[in-house]
């Protein structure tokens, strides 16, 4: 709202600092705080052998010659130690847009699922648009590579999977900055056994939705609209949120 907040960025956050608004700092959203590295076990043979050609060297290669394919970052977001659900977020790097996706478990049957139901509801040209390379992590649920990277009718590679190093999460850094808006809503300590599919269309919605700078002030989901068109994404049930609407705390699931 240019027209009633006419100073900058900077002057508003010292007008909060300052005690200016009925709001304080403690009501922005919170600072980033950087996940603890997990131990990983030493890699299997067969996972050592699907890395073969799909390394993050590969990765940088592979763009190199393909400069106008749209990249997709792939990774999971987990809750509470005992949850057996998570979810699987997809995030195009040129749009920022993401896909939030429940998982009943964190296995590879489940993300072969996403990736069935994303086959049926897009025609096979948009999901070549839309799918031609895929980065993530060495997470054991992304190992069943052929599953993401074939059509499940016909068997025909259309899509190409590639491996960030181990401890390397700033190679995929667009999703996992993208991962804070999620914490807005559900913050670090949150059990996700009580999530619907439905919550997660809720919150990609409203986070979508949320204007850019980096995208010259628009919004993800209008950004998307350069790759498919409107009708594809409410397919996916994608759909626009006005500003004034958009809601990213804790009150949004209630």
């Not at 401890?167 to 056994?193: C, V």
């Not at 609209?225 to 809601?247: A, G, K, S, V, W």
């Amino acid at each position: 709202h240019p027209d009633i907040l006419d100073f900058s960025k900077v002057s508003f956050y010292n007008y909060v600092s300052n005690g200016v608004f009925e709001f304080g700092p403690m009501d922005l959203p919170r600072m980033v705080r950087y996940k603890k590295r997990k131990n990983t076990n030493r890699r299997t043979r067969k996972e050592r052998e699907i890395r073969i050609g799909r390394t993050y060297n590969d990765f940088i290669e592979f763009i190199s010659k393909n400069h106008n394919l749209n990249i997709v970052e792939m990774d999971t977001v987990e809750g509470i130690q005992d949850d057996s659900k998570c979810m699987l977020t997809l995030y195009w790097r040129k749009s920022h847009f993401m896909l939030i996706f429940l998982l009943e478990s964190q296995t590879t049957d489940e993300v072969t699922r996403v990736f069935e139901y994303l086959q049926q509801e897009l025609t096979e040209d948009d999901y070549k648009i839309l799918f031609p390379i895929i980065l993530t992590d060495n997470g054991h649920e992304f190992f069943d590579v052929l599953n993401i990277e074939c059509n499940h009718r016909t068997g025909e590679q259309i899509t190409r999977v590639f491996y960030c190093d181990s401890h390397a999460s700033w190679q995929k850094g667009g999703i996992e900055k993208n991962h804070e808006f999620i914490r807005y809503i559900l913050p670090k300590g949150t059990s996700l056994e009580n999530l619907t599919q439905n919550d997660c269309y809720i919150m990609a919605n409203h986070i979508n939705s949320l204007c850019r700078k980096s995208l010259n002030n628009k919004c993800p989901f209008k950004a998307m609209l350069f790759m498919c068109d409107e009708q594809t994404l409410n397919r996916l049930n994608m759909y626009y949120i006005e500003p004034d609407e958009i809601i990213l705390n804790k009150s949004l699931l209630k």
